[in-house]
């Protein structure tokens, strides 16, 4: 690798535009990457690809993803606002660039489940649309909007309410194999990664040793 | 890939706390992990993994952390709100082990940098310690804190106000080849993973197919 190179506020401010959204967007790390499934009131669905998804706590089980104040992101808002209930669906290598697709700004009118040749599934009563393909299928139910006033973006915090995972994907303690399940990441506005996992780590202690839980 | 199981929020009140902890972090799919260096007014610095770190905006260039209301994530918290400065360091294959280290609970007289091993960098005048061994550093300057009252935890953001890349990692279009600077990403609480690029893909627009940027 070579040398570092060192940018600060005066260099990028420098830069044009597009070329400081991909070095910022890079710069967070890989990023979690979900389809958000939703329907207004009348039944017309929307989905749209998000990677801004974030754990906030596991009790209750809530999760944050933030808004931008452009579209095609405002449909998944509004109907999230008009209705309380949206899907989060894993993305897997056999959907990924249908799921990029669904990042165009389609007419309110199309529906990006067609437009991107994704199948809307409906199950145990939830209002809204999953993924059938998505191997990892979440319900959320709408619990707060807090606005991000600096920038002019929206935090919405939704609580998970029903959760469908593979049954060999789940381990005894809870841990959801996520690379079993196909479930990739992505880094800046348009890279997208399978993993290979390093290893998983013991709970760490001050006195202790960090061992591998995979050679139990 | 066996067929899904489903559970629901009564499932989950009934299963372990522990086991639900481990569930839910899991759910929210890979996550961007970093280390962040902190000094207190008197040059006792911190460090502490994070798992909980994205990007809000590119102009300006705002990335949020999640804090939770315990320890050892205390020391970081206070020291950021007393100071107004910290560090962001990605992680890499070579010190995973030691950036899971410093999630031990460490006496407030300890620096978790001693403690695994990992080496402070002071550069460019900047007030928190950087993490030497990672080759992609952020210095990042409080914004902000959003209280989120649904679940006791903490929204901290900061703007990036220096960024340290390996030149060879840097695109003419700003994007960061994280695969290239060695940063890995996580799952769950304890689960480390490298990646492997399937792909970049081009702007979607409802009219075009989607093409590859790699095959340019």
Redesign the interface.
Known sequence: ?????????SD?EK????????????????????LAGTSDLQGNTNLSVF??????????????M?F?PSPPERDTLRNILSTGFYTLN?IN?QI??QA????????RN?SEFD?ACLTEEYK?DFFAPFVKQS????AVEY??K?D?T??N?T?V?G?????????????D????D????????C????????????????????DRE?TS?LDR
Do not use: W
């Open positions: 690798m070579k040398n570092k190179i060192n940018f600060n506020t990028l830069m044009e535009k597009q070329t400081v959204v991909h070095l910022i967007n890079s710069l967070g790390g890989f990023k979690s990457v979900a990677s801004s998804l974030f754990h906030i706590g596991a009790n209750p089980p809530l999760v944050g933030i931008r894993h290598e990924y660039r990029h697709q669904t990042s165009a700004r389609y007419d199309v437009a145990n191997n990892i299928q979440l619990k707060e807090i991000i600096i920038n973006t935090l915090i609580e998970i309410v029903q959760i469908f995972i593979p049954g060999d994907c789940l381990g303690d809870g841990f959801v996520l690379e079993k399940a196909n479930t990739i990441t880094s800046g506005l348009d890279s997208y990664h399978k993993t290979v996992r390093l290893d998983r780590l013991s709970y760490a202690k001050p960090i839980l």
